[in-house]
């Protein structure tokens, strides 16, 4: 399971609070991935990254911001514009897009 | 919007037996669809993936089938072991005008001892 770490493991938002979760792979991995995953559902993609210094928004990416300046890391900002971060975050990292992706251990996030 | 349906959401089976899980996707240009494994707190592992050339693709236990007319494709466990129970995601993917994943909704699977 290594290669691919998230932190922290737990996160507390208070409201109106802007809160960064962090992702980095060591596996030289061009593409990278930001998921949510809600109670029995599936993960929803967020934003993704093809190759450092570019990002896409997925489904969900509103109230949500990426960063990729180095193609080892792809920190993911939850802004005070979502209103519903309650969730399961899940990282992931691909060689392209299209290929295996391998998943962080997640961070999961709550409002206080 | 594109969707994929995934079924059942839960499924139990005796060990030894037979699991299926199905799912169906609604859009024609997906051409990659991999399958996870989840354990309970845990990330999300792929453990099979087949894409749109292929009809049918087996690792041990393991195999998948993808019906491209139907947008119909399937997970096939066989001689479940205590250790398959978790939960299975389906998704269909597409990289073409920019990356598109849909993930099914899971399914439970047990394996009773």
């Known amino acids: 399971d290594g290669g691919i770490t998230q932190s922290p493991k737990y996160l507390f938002r208070k409201e109106g609070q802007n809160v960064t979760l962090s992702c980095e792979q060591n596996l030289n991995h061009d593409a990278m991935y930001w998921y949510r995953q809600d109670p029995g559902q599936g993960l929803r993609l967020i934003y993704y990254?093809?190759?450092?210094?570019?990002?896409q928004k997925g489904d969900i990416a509103e109230g949500y911001s990426v960063s990729r300046e180095k193609k080892e890391s792809f920190p993911l900002t939850v802004t005070s514009a979502q209103k519903n971060p309650t969730a399961f975050y899940l990282c992931?990292?691909?060689?392209?897009?299209?290929?295996?992706?391998?998943f962080g251990p997640g961070t999961r996030l709550l409002v206080l | 919007g594109e969707n994929v349906e995934q079924h059942p959401s839960t499924l139990s089976v005796q060990e030894g037996d037979s699991a299926v899980i199905k799912c169906t996707y609604s859009d024609s240009a997906s051409n990659y669809f991999p399958w996870y494994k989840q354990e309970l707190g845990k990330r999300p592992q792929l453990i099979i993936d087949i894409r749109s050339n292929v009809g049918e693709k087996k690792d041990q236990r393991i195999a998948v089938t993808l019906n491209k007319t139907a947008k119909h494709f399937s997970l096939h466990i066989t001689e479940t072991q205590p250790e398959d129970s978790a939960v299975y995601f389906c998704a269909a993917s597409v990289n073409t005008g920019g990356f598109k994943t849909i993930f099914g909704a899971g399914t439970r699977l047990f394996v009773k001892a």
């Open positions: 992931a990292s691909s060689k392209q897009v299209i290929e295996t992706q391998y």
């Open positions: 990254s093809q190759i450092v210094n570019d990002f």
